[in-house]
Every structure is written in structure tokens, then in C-alpha cells.
């Protein structure tokens, strides 16, 4: 009641609970934060997080150095036993629907992610984290990323590469230095391990990353809609409220709205659609905000 505003008899007081949840989800954009400006905090957060994996998490990914992020990867944590501001966290990740989207991720994305348990696996495919060859690569090759598995199989395309156990190309005489014994198979491992990827994920699907997608974008621009560049950092993949079914609903939503026409043309085409928005007074009663929709010249 309280919350309301006063027009409607309330004293237009603020949620105690949103604010919380809000402070709870910035302090999270700061855990997700991946690159040089990384918290020295998030590091201890990660290696709690990691020995608090549940058995099957702990069952798929027995070195803890495979465990990554579990929002990039398969694996969860039992929540009693993190710190309780670390436990809030991650259950407020559930609550909002926090996690990795990225339409069309850049081939810098892609190996970038983590190799083993990977979250855009093929959820139809057999999972070869345990594999004997998989093994090979996590122990010998200390293979970590997508990257990495993307590496390993680049001697396959070589002319001079044989799928035999005594290849003396000069990729496996280097794998036999790392006390590898079947080097032809691991790579013909690291290959399969990115097959199970959904090809979204996939970087061999990908082209390389230009220049000018790496750039940061300009603070001011004089367009009053632009396509968002590309996502080539892990720490700019990161999306809020994306299971946002579960906000559709109000319990004050208004009712008896007129029924929608139907749509003309293909309605299964995909259209990709750009919105901007923009807000003033922020925070105070008087509030106001607006946006706009562009999906292409003269609305086509």
C-alpha cells in the first residue's frame, strides 16, 4: 500500500526488496566483469563456488580447474554451503534469469567459452568430458577453452597429416612432447568435443573476428538507432531477465484488450528488431521514459 503513489493513496515509498534485488544484480554485473578489471573478489567467489558443485556437477568435472563459471557451463553448487552473501548472489541469478545470450556470438566469443561442460552443448549429444582422450586434453594439454579444442584440431587440415599412431607431422611430434602417446586421437577428440556444440557456439562455423567489431563502441553518436556491434568479450554476453515469461504476467495487468489481427506474410521469418530507449528524472516521482522501434528502412 505504501508503495503506491499518493494519487492512489500510498506514500510512493520504494520496495525494500527491489532495492536489495537491484544492489544484488549490479553487485553480479561486477562478478561478470571478465578481463583485466576483473575483481580480485569474483576470483575468491569462483574458487567457492567451485568446491561447492553438487556430486553430479562434481561427477561430470572432477578437476576443479575445469569448473569455470556456472553460468558459462552445466554444473550448480548446493547453496548452504557458499557464504550467504555468495548464496543470495547466484540465487538471484536464478530469480532474474542471468546468464550468457548473445544472438549471433563473434568467433572471438565462441573460444573465448569453456570447453568442457560447455552451457550450449546439444543437450541430444553425448557429453565426452570423462573420455579417455578427453582426459589427455584436460591433463597433458591443459585444454580450458573452446579455443583451446579449436587449436588442437587445426593438424588435422594439414596436407601432410596422417590418421595413423606414427604421424610425424610436425604438430603430433609436438604433442608427443607433452607425453602424449596418441596424439592423432586426441585431436581427433577435440574435434568431436566441439561437434556436440549447438552450431550457434560452434567457432569453426564462424568467421574471424574483424577489427572493427573488436572496437569499443563511441560514448556519442548522431544516429538515432545503430546496430549494436558485436559481442566479442565475455564479460559484454552476460543478459538480465532472460527467462522473461515469468515477468510477463502483473497481477495488475489490464484486461479486455482488443484481440490482435493476424500477421501478414511468413510469421515464421526471423526478423531482427532494434530498440532505444531513454529516461528522465530517474528515481523521482515524476519520472518519465520513452522508446522506439526500428527493424529496417521505411519499417520493412
Known sequence: MLQ?????GGKNLISLEALRDAIGLMRMKVYLNYGKSHSIWTRFADDLARRAITKEGARRLPKEELRINLLLQNWDIVGNQLPAYLSELMKLSKKYGV???VQDPTKDLC???PAWDHFGSDPHKRQLNNVECSKCLQSNYEVKTIGDLEDMTKCIEQSNHKLTSNCDCQDCKVDRMYQ???PVECADQAQKVLDTLLPKWNPKLKEETTPEEEQEPEEETSEAFKAPRKITQLKDSFRVFTNAQEYKSSPEA???????????????EQTTVYIGGSAMNSGSANAKSGGGVWHGENNE
Open 4 to 8: 503506491k503513489p499518493v494519487s492512489k
Open 99 to 101: 546468464q550468457a545470450e
Open 111 to 113: 573460444r573465448a567459452m
Open 180 to 182: 602424449c602417446t596418441k
Open 254 to 268: 489490464p484486461t479486455g484488450l482488443r484481440e490482435e489481427e493476424p500477421l501478414e506474410g511468413n510469421r515464421d
